[in-house]
């Protein structure tokens, strides 16, 4: 390999500066994998990390750091001790890895594990892959004669998405409400949907309510046209009872709380959107008790869900042309971050 190879890259220095520079493309080790960038997703947790004032990050993002987590790619390089895999291989590549040996992965909960491996900074052109990700499965081939590479990108959020339907035991005829219809809450439609269950989809946006009725959604609330938002979900259900499952995919404390008094009694709410770290609720205790509430918060995704996923994505079962509204070039960043910041279309594929 020459000692000098270099790549162009989104770089992320801190709030609202993120800007295009040339990098030195990753160095792989003999358990590694170098991956050549053929889309890259944005992701509602891009604007959060690109607006988010101050210096509070995730410990494992480390700026200056190229952005974005979300990516499907050719397999360019593999490392000696890797075997399995050809160059040239399409794969998608999750942005995280579980370790396979602390107490949360024995027992089956990945997405808690103690020594998660995560791997951001897929706006450029090559990305490494560490054995953790890997040994795991989470870097998964897939046919190009079925999935577009863009397609495959969405593998990451879906997977997240999919563990969260699953937690939520949604049964044939039951009613969900979902509050929220960006992109993340679009995908609970397209999966509730297909789970065979009456949804009810709250947004303050028009346009991606709009879409929430493409893609199945029952009825569609618009949170700013209503005075009661709690009142106008519960008159959509059987004796206004109330929501079987309800469901938050924002991010909002305050939304967290309205989505808890949606659900019936003995209903299960899932807190699924994730607030600022410090944040807290308040909630009544006649309603978690007399009104046995189940209500659980369900984080990132394990490889089982990753697997199942891309097989979802594969057997073109997620309308992934509501997904993905816009392609651009790595060149056109100015664009990217416009459509990233101003919430225009759904996710954008960025192709370098
Ligand atoms: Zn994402
Ligand atoms: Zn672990």
Not at 106 to 119: A, D, P, Q, V
Request: aromatic share 8%; glycine share 8%; with cysteine.
């Amino acid at each position: 390999m020459s000692a000098k190879r270099t790549m162009r890259a989104a770089m992320f220095h801190g709030p609202k500066n993120v800007v295009l520079e040339d990098t030195e493309i990753p160095l792989i080790n003999d358990d590694e994998i170098l991956v050549k960038v053929k889309a890259a997703t944005t992701c509602g947790t891009d604007r959060k990390l690109y607006l988010r004032p101050g210096k509070k990050y995730p410990s494992y993002f480390k700026p200056p750091t190229i952005f974005g987590h979300e990516i499907a790619g050719e397999i360019y390089e593999i490392g000696k001790n890797v075997s399995g895999y050809e160059v040239g291989q399409p794969v998608f590549v999750h942005d995280s890895g579980p370790c396979l040996k602390c107490f949360y992965c024995k027992i089956g909960r990945h997405s808690l594990c103690e020594n998660i491996t995560w791997n951001w900074g897929t706006w450029t052109e090559y990305l490494r892959v560490p054995k953790e990700i890997i040994q795991c499965g989470n870097m998964v081939p897939f046919d190009t004669k079925k999935l577009s590479f863009a397609e495959a990108a969405l593998t990451e959020p879906l997977s997240c998405v999919l563990m969260g339907v699953e937690r939520s035991n949604i049964g044939l005829g039951d009613t969900v409400v979902i509050n929220g219809a960006g992109p993340i809450g679009l995908f609970w439609t397209n999966l509730v949907r297909n789970k065979g269950a009456k949804i009810i989809q709250v947004d303050i946006k028009q346009d991606r309510l709009d879409l929430a009725k493409k893609l199945g959604a029952d009825i569609v609330l618009n949170a700013k046209d209503e005075q009661d938002i709690i009142q106008a979900v519960k008159d959509h259900t059987d004796e206004g009872r109330g929501a079987d499952i309800a469901v938050e995919a924002i991010g909002y404390p305050e939304t967290w709380e309205t989505t808890i008094k949606m659900a019936r009694k003995g209903g299960l709410v899932n807190l699924f959107g994730g607030p600022p770290p410090t944040s807290s609720i308040s909630i009544n205790t006649s309603l978690l008790h007399y009104n046995e509430l189940t209500i659980i918060g369900v984080f990132h995704t394990t490889p089982r869900y990753v697997q199942a996923a891309i097989n979802l994505l594969a057997n073109r079962k997620i309308n992934t042309d509501i997904f993905i509204t816009e392609h651009l070039k790595l060149d056109e960043l100015d664009k990217i971050l416009d459509n990233l910041v101003n919430q225009k279309g759904i996710k954008t594929a960025i192709i370098p």
